[in-house]
């Protein structure tokens, strides 16, 4: 499955939010899986948005042929548009679903990982960082993917209220931070906390 990350600032969010609904002709599209974002709480005007494919191959199918078209109305409402594009490795928690009418709000972690700590930041994701987002009550799924580049990594996790989030938070990133050792593996990291816009998801 491919994961495409999307982060815009928007300068006219009347008509980017009538633009971004149009983006339910993608229901049409061979190998699309789902789409949704919202606004990011840190940073006032950014948006992220996440939409799910089940190869390269349909994207880029897609992209030759429709994404202009669906795309054409939202021009001049958003500037600085980031696209990056992952491979799925793995759940976060079980049963990944690309499903974001449950969810509240979203958490998106980006790591750029030294090349020859990448196995070792990969085996930690799985059995330090996975279990603990998993125990988290709020926590509803979530997904660790990979850039092609190698060294790049995206973590996506759902999360049913704001609250749930918070305690996972306070209560043990720090400690499990040290135990995974993950000053040692990444080289750069940033994140994000997304409200989600329901009226975006498709």
């Known amino acids: 499955m491919l994961v495409k990350w999307m982060r815009c600032t928007v300068v006219d969010r009347p008509g980017f939010a009538r633009a971004q609904r149009k ?10 899986r789902g789409q949704g974002g919202g606004w990011s709480r ?8 996440f939409g799910f494919w089940e190869s390269r191959a349909f994207y880029d199918s897609f992209m030759a042929r429709s994404h202009d078209r669906l795309h054409a109305s939202q021009v001049g409402t ?6 990056r594009l992952f491979e799925y490795r793995f759940d976060v928690k079980t049963g990944f679903r690309p499903v974001f009418t449950d969810a509240d709000l979203l958490r998106v972690a980006h790591c750029r990982v030294r090349p020859e700590r990448i196995e070792h930041y990969t085996l930690m994701q799985e059995k330090v960082w996975n279990p603990a987002m998993a125990g988290s009550p709020g926590m509803l799924r979530g997904v660790f993917a990979q850039a092609n580049t190698e060294d790049e990594f995206l973590v996506l996790s759902m999360w049913d209220s704001t609250a749930e989030y ?27 906390v997304i409200d989600l816009e329901p009226s975006w998801t498709v």
């Open 166 to 192: 918070g305690k996972y938070r306070v209560e043990r990133v720090e400690r499990l931070a040290l135990r995974a050792q993950t000053g040692a593996d990444v080289t750069h990291v940033a994140g994000d």
């Open 78 to 83: 958003y500037k600085e548009m980031q696209v």
């Open 42 to 49: 840190a940073k006032n005007g950014v948006v992220h948005l």
């Open 23 to 32: 983006w339910a002709g993608l229901l049409g599209e061979p190998g699309f």
